[in-house]
């Protein structure tokens, strides 16, 4: 053998002995790559948090304009009563269906109201 034979021989066999880890290393990267997408995948599929979901919400403001629509409707009925005698039958039936209009409407479509602290119960500890 000549010298160029023996060198480029054992140059050959160097290379492919440290090829091979270097091949399974690229292996294992791309294995790792190739599995992080999924993982990304799975977590969008995901379906998302209800606190999440809630936030985007519209915000409570408050219970002002069911009381006062409760009081235009009874100044309505006691004024045309006498016109309109099945005017408060109608006011009832009304009621109830807006009683689980409004519980949908508050469950569904509405975030909850923010918890606001109090020194004390107000005017029912004047009850007791």
Known sequence: KTLFAQKYSTQCHVSMKQSIP???LKKLIRALKEKEPSQ???DEERRPQQWNLDYALVPFEGLTP???EMI???GF??????SFPLAPLFALLNN???IRLDARKFVTELRRPVAA???D????????
């Open 121 to 128: 119960i107000g005017k029912l500890i004047q009850l007791g």
């Open 77 to 82: 009925v006691s004024l045309f009563v006498a």
């Open 66 to 68: 069911e009381y006062m």
């Open 96 to 98: 109830v269906i807006e």
């Open 40 to 42: 990304k995948v799975k």
């Open 72 to 74: 235009i409707q009874f």
């Open 22 to 24: 270097l091949r399974k």
């Open 117 to 119: 602290r109090a020194k």
